[in-house]
């Protein structure tokens, strides 16, 4: 009875419904590539592109707050 030491990530679901589109991969595997179980410049591109799009909402969203 041993329990799973892996956390789970939460991830922005519209960033990865953006990536979907622009990328035509499934949702699974980008999340595979986020998370680090696929290598290659495909999958860097989908980590920067990802990390881009979380830092903007956040950007946008403290800019709301602000107001």
Do not use: F
């Not at 990328?23 to 680090?36: A, E, F, P, T």
């Amino acid at each position: 009875m041993n329990k799973s030491n892996k956390k789970r990530s939460n991830y922005n679901e519209e960033a990865l419904e953006a990536l979907k589109k622009k990328y035509g991969y499934s949702l699974d595997y980008i999340r595979k590539c986020l998370r680090g179980d696929r290598t290659g410049l495909m999958a860097d591109a989908i980590k920067s592109d990802y990390n881009e799009s979380v830092k903007a909402s956040t950007k946008a969203i403290l800019k709301e707050k602000k107001e």
